[in-house]
């Protein structure tokens, strides 16, 4: 699976209960500025995405890299998005390989690339809270662009209306992810113009376009598919002109469990099991409202 030059990864994380045993060996897999950040999360839910991301970055690159996980280290931009700083080997400070990680809703998706830089953004499509679609759309108008707006207005129904929405979102954050200038980025910049009108589980889209500044940037790649009632979106910048990915392809998304992502884990130097932080994690509600 990572002999390729691509990598492609989801874990559901929100239908985790981790064990005690779990989240303790988890804790031990991170680096501590990760670790005491994690922890500082109030819900539940919020801890777990984030420490599967976590867990999903280092024990892909690892696996791609054919590097021990112990000897990796992760650092963030100023903007928040994650890079490798440990040396691989002498001759190479720097891997090769562009990485990143989202999560929303249900999961945590993450991408890599080698020789380029990628982004990646999930959106689970599900009706806006305690507010009907109209109004929601209202309060998100300055994000798409009026071609874009046309474009979700001519979908029947409310959900085809969000999904198109949200697909439009998916694709200006996984561009703004993959340069990594973060929420400053004016994402009314850019405008998108799809091609393949539904997107379909265990298949990926190719063909979506976008304009920066009202012009065409075919340079610019995206990856969609739907992952259940999730839209993910990969972005990453390609001058070389390639042809879709057949059937086949490592672009699509292998679905892996919690437990199978722990078993190839493994605590990092000095560190030991934490009681206290698994009894903090555990006597906290999963989300909003005590679900």
Known sequence: ????????????????????????????CVQIE????????YFKKDAKSAIVGRLLMRYAVS?????????????????GKP???????????????????????????FAAERGKQVG???????????????????????????????????RTGDMDQLKTFFRFWCLKESLVKTIGTGIGFDVSRLNFKIKTPELRADVVTT????????????EWKFEETMI????????????????????DDPHKFTIMDVEDLLAGCEPLPGTTPDQEYWEVFSSREEEPGGR
């Not at 990760?34 to 999360?41: H, L, M, N, P, Y």
Request: net charge negative; hydrophobic share 35%; aromatic share 10%.
């Open 34 to 41: 990760e670790k005491d950040r994690i922890g500082k999360f």
């Open 228 to 247: 259940e009632d999730h839209c993910v979106v990969v972005a990453f910048q390609d001058t070389v002109q390639q042809s879709p990915p057949p059937d």
């Open 207 to 218: 063909d979506t376009l976008v304009e920066i500044d009202d012009e065409l940037a075919p």
């Open 120 to 154: 990646i953004d999930v959106m689970k499509v599900e009706w806006p809270r305690n507010k009907p679609v109209s109004e929601f759309f209202a309060t998100m108008q300055s994000q798409l662009t009026k071609e874009e707006w046309t474009e979700v207005n001519q």
């Open 83 to 109: 890079y490798l700083i440990s040396t691989v080997d002498r001759s190479s400070p720097r891997c090769d390989i562009g990485f990143n990680v989202s999560h929303q809703g249900d999961y945590v998706v």
């Open 1 to 28: 699976m990572f002999r390729s030059q691509h990598i492609r990864l989801a874990v559901k994380a929100r239908s985790w209960n981790p064990t005690q045993k779990q989240w303790k060996l988890a804790a031990q």
């Open 63 to 79: 696996q791609m890299l054919d590097v021990p996980y112990r000897m990796l280290r992760f650092d963030r931009t100023d903007k």
